[in-house]
Nanobody
Framework: QVHLVDSGGGWVQPGGSLRLSCTAS????????MGWFRQAPGKERDFVAA????????EITDSVKGRFTISRDNTKNTLSLQMNSLKPEDTAIYYC?????????????????WGQGTQVTVSS
């Protein structure tokens, strides 16, 4: 059975940093493109970042470019999201997801497996 477990969320002041992790079991991470999405209260789940199987191709949404970095360690079956210079508008539940699509994608429907989410709150 496939499990993606998100962790690393919490409360941080504006300008602070957090590092999210996603640990996979029941699948071989290197077979999947991986992504991070987030969902703020009352809003849809939006794309944040994605990384290809070999880590060479990355997509990042404009609102977090230069602040967030996605990375993966296939030897440890883990995905990470380093978030710096956090803003109140980054507050959301963050989800990792796994996709078998041929290319790195931003669409939710192309992701087959999802983590349970981890809450990130940015406020003073």
């Amino acid at each position: 059975q496939v499990h993606l477990v998100d962790s690393g969320g919490g409360w941080v002041q504006p300008g602070g940093s957090l590092r999210l992790s996603c640990t996979a079991s029941g699948l071989t991470l290197s077979n999947y493109n991986m992504g991070w999405f987030r969902q703020a209260p009352g809003k849809e789940r939006d794309f944040v970042a994605a990384i290809s199987r070999n880590g060479l191709n990355i997509e990042i949404t404009d609102s977090v470019k230069g602040r967030f970095t996605i990375s993966r360690d296939n030897t440890k079956n883990t995905l990470s999201l380093q978030m710096n210079s956090l803003k109140p508008e980054d507050t959301a539940i963050y989800y990792c997801a796994a996709s078998l699509a041929s290319w790195v994608t931003r669409g939710r429907s192309t992701y087959s497996y999802w983590g349970q989410g981890t809450q990130v709150t940015v406020s003073s």
